[in-house]
């Protein structure tokens, strides 16, 4: 019986030079390990491509896999035949065939390319043979040959003792595989932007791990298991990703008791990052992640932003920044948190939250407010109390 293929290709990897071979194994490795509870599975990298073998009945499960793995461009399923020209063209009439039975003309052409280069043929000649083979068998049912504008393209690579043959492109995630840019924490905070943030550093090749503030005390146990559900569709791109949870409402209640109401938030804001950054050193991981959107809240001016940097000298990453609300929903909707997101939890955030907000928090009185509770103790009191999920496991 023939074997079936998957044709993976990457575009970024590719202009990587002497790097690229890393970055194809770590490609390979990650979808190895994303189908491999499928049976019969070989993943291998052959010249400028990965190439996946596999049963017919497991075709399905590998194409919603292959869409979430960051750094493949497209891909298309095919058969591998014996490197024959009546063989391969056999195929292609199995599946052309079947389309002209509701359309009275259809344009097509053959794409052959050769990675055995000593084969007796040229791409040309392998693009004719075949193509004659299937136009003397379907020419009478309404197909034509169309190099430039094909409805449909055949595509077929010479290997040294076999054939590929496949059709169609899917679209794939792009990006870069996850693995090649080390590891970052993001904050998740179970709104709508934060896993937006989280997804797009984890396509440009990050592990990205989470950190959760939570005020179980105030807002029940909704918010964690809303984030948790997050953290897994998110860790679904990349695997080995984990969720920190830390308890957050002995420090919102001191902030609460012994600070101006207006600066509460970004006061918060300050202790998530320093909390997240002595997280971060501790794992290796080399950056923080927010979903922080300019001017989309109070807390998010460029005078509340740079007040939160400051405490941190780990690199923050807000990919979010420049963009407006309705494209990240969009984008939300397309990874599948949108629904999630919604769902009416509040956070922690805004828990207490005063009438009137500083906008533009003045570091000045920020750090006067913090001489009023101990934020050094209450911080390591919440990491001692910290809670690890390895999302793997859910
Ligand atoms: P989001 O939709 O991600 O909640 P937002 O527009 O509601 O963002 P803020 O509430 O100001 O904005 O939060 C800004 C960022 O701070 C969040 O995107 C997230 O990265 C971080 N954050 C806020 N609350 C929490 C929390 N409870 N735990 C972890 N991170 C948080
Ligand atoms: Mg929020």
């Known amino acids: 019986m023939s074997k079936r293929i998957a044709i993976?290709?990457?575009?970024?990897?590719?202009?990587?030079?002497?790097?690229?071979?890393?970055?194809?194994?770590?490609?390979s490795r990650n979808i190895r390990a994303k189908l491999q509870n499928l049976e019969n599975i070989k993943v291998f990298s052959p010249h400028g491509r990965v190439v996946v073998q596999l049963d017919s009945e497991a075709v399905e499960l590998c194409d919603t896999r292959l869409k979430d793995i960051p750094g493949i461009s497209s891909f298309s399923f095919?058969?591998?035949?014996?490197?024959?020209?009546?063989?391969?063209?056999?195929?292609?009439?199995?599946?052309?065939?079947?389309?002209?039975?509701?359309?009275?003309?259809?344009?097509?052409?053959?794409?052959?390319?050769?990675?055995?280069?000593?084969f007796y043929k040229t791409s040309t000649e392998c693009d004719f043979e075949i193509g004659s083979r299937i136009m003397q068998k379907l020419s009478p049912s309404g197909l034509t040959v169309d190099i430039k504008n094909a409805d449909y393209v055949l595509e077929?690579?010479?290997?040294?003792?076999?054939?590929?043959?496949?059709?169609?492109?899917k679209i794939g995630l792009r990006g870069l595989p996850v693995g090649v840019a080390g590891e970052a924490l993001s904050l998740l905070s179970g709104g709508?932007?934060?896993?937006?943030?989280?997804?797009?550093?984890?396509?440009?090749?990050?592990?990205?791990h989470f950190i959760f503030f939570e005020n179980r005390a105030f807002l029940g146990k909704g918010g964690y298991d809303k984030?948790?559900?997050?953290?897994?569709?998110?860790?679904?791109?990349?695997?080995?990703?984990?969720?920190?949870?830390?308890?957050?409402?002995?420090?919102?209640?001191?902030?609460?008791?012994?600070?101006?109401?207006?600066?509460?938030v970004v006061l918060y804001r300050r202790m998530m990052y320093r909390i997240s950054e002595e997280v971060a050193k501790r794992l290796g991981y080399k950056a923080l992640i927010t979903g922080e959107?300019?001017?989309?809240?109070?807390?998010?001016?460029?005078?509340?932003?740079?007040a939160v940097s400051t405490v941190v000298e780990t690199s923050v990453f807000r990919p979010l920044i420049g963009m407006d609300k309705l494209d990240i929903i969009r984008k939300a909707e397309e990874i599948g948190t949108y629904e999630i997101s919604i769902e009416p939890h509040q956070d922690c955030c805004s828990v207490f939250m005063p009438p009137n907000?500083?906008?533009?928090?003045?570091?000045?009185?920020?750090?006067?407010?913090?001489?009023?509770?101990?934020?050094?103790?209450?911080?390591?009191?919440?990491?001692e109390n910290m809670e690890w999920v390895e999302l793997d496991k859910l």
């Open 8 to 27: 993976v290709r990457y575009d970024e990897i590719g202009l990587k030079g002497k790097n690229r071979k890393f970055f194809v194994d770590a490609l």
């Open 192 to 208: 709508i932007d934060s896993p937006v943030a989280s997804h797009m550093i984890i396509r440009r090749g990050c592990r990205v």
């Open 156 to 169: 077929v690579e010479i290997g040294r003792d076999h054939a590929w043959v496949y059709s169609g492109r």
């Open 357 to 383: 907000p500083a906008t533009k928090a003045k570091i000045r009185l920020l750090e006067d407010d913090e001489t009023k509770f101990p934020f050094q103790s209450l911080a390591q009191a919440a990491m």
């Open 293 to 306: 959107s300019l001017g989309q809240v109070a807390s998010q001016t460029l005078e509340n932003l740079a």
């Open 227 to 264: 984030v948790l559900r997050l953290a897994k569709k998110l860790n679904h791109f990349q695997d080995k990703g984990k969720l920190c949870v830390i308890p957050f409402g002995d420090i919102q209640m001191a902030i609460r008791d012994q600070c101006r109401p207006e600066n509460r």
């Open 78 to 118: 095919g058969i591998e035949v014996a490197r024959e020209f009546d063989e391969i063209a056999k195929r292609g009439i199995e599946w052309i065939e079947p389309l002209l039975l509701d359309r009275s003309n259809l344009k097509f052409c053959v794409r052959s390319r050769r990675s055995d280069k000593s």
